[in-house]
């Protein structure tokens, strides 16, 4: 932890100290903490253009008297006890940092996995908002609440919500390339809730646990060479070699065929390139969410040439229903549970009797 001080003069007679400490942060690159004894500081860095701040929020216990002065940025009293979530993401992060209570309302429900947050959805402890891009204002409204988080878009706002006068936490998670920066956004989102000590214990139980994975995975000699998704219309949307899923992959032991493409932004590629590049792979995972379950016959139905894959006519598919698993609900705060997944798929050897969680071989 740094600390930085500065002094700033009043009236041109006194000056008065204003001493910094900055919080370390490891992997993730979208946000910095800094504390002083009167508040604490979050700066959002914009993901679309680092050298600039998105947003900064200004975190003060709320038992605690507003100072005289204040740093710029967007006031939020902390603990917050009644807040709204844009995706069930981030509305499990919070139940999982003990503070289900704080949850007030969640957009797009139907993506929602956590048992505790459906519970509550049914008995209306919980409100259904609607769409993340047309969120019911009014019921925001009557739940009174105190903070809004939602993930931001490049050029985009968040219309009727901006003048409620309720401050917008931009969640930018998503945007990060390791798995764990995803995780130490946590750390942010433990402050907001009274939980920082709490979101810091599990980041590092998570850091340890998947690096711990990460080193077992290195010690195979074999990397599976590895093919990802399914088509969508006329493309094939390829995650590239620094992304938070080519990352995964290779911590976890595999050959990801499309490695080589460079950066993070994921890069539409025809049936025929990934065919000619990854027809010869040795394994094949994909995710879905629809209501029937995949199996080889609907595969092949769906789009006759998937099976001149090798994986296909070796039966070497694994799948993941997104809907009918805790996946996205677990893999920001916990990547080393999909790590070890993907680890059993690619080096059932490193770790004998395990179950998978979110995915399994396709019937």
Known sequence: MASLCSCESRSGVTAETQCFKADSVYYAKGFEISRSDEWIIVNVRNPWDTLKTLRSYVLIDKNKPLPDSLPEGILIRTPIEKAVFYTSVHASMVVQMGRIDAIKGVCETQYVTDSAILTRLADGRIADIGLATAPNIEKIIELDAELIIASPYENSGYGAAEKLGIPIVEAADYMENHPLGRTEWGRFYGLLFGEGERADSIFFATKERYNYLKNLAAKSDN????????????????????????????????????????????????????????????????????????????????????????????????????????????????????????????????????????YAPMK
Do not use: M
């Open 223 to 358: 990397r599976p060479r590895v093919l990802l998704e399914r088509k969508y219309g006329a493309s094939w949307i390829i995650p590239a070699g620094g992304s938070y899923i080519g990352t995964i992959h290779s911590d976890a032991g595999a050959d990801y065929i499309f490695s080589d493409f460079k950066g993070s932004e994921s890069v539409h590629q025809t049936f025929e390139s990934v065919l000619d590049r990854a027809y010869d792979a040795d394994i094949w995972l994909f995710k879905y969410d629809t209501k029937h379950e995949y199996t080889y016959d609907i595969l092949k139905d769906e789009y006759q040439p998937y099976s001149n894959f090798r994986p296909f006519k070796e039966r070497n598919i694994y799948i993941c229903h997104t809907i009918r698993t805790t996946y996205y609900d677990d893999i920001t705060l916990h990547p080393d549970r999909l790590l070890e997944d993907l680890i059993f798929i690619y080096h059932p050897e490193l770790l004998p009797g395990y179950s998978l969680r979110y």
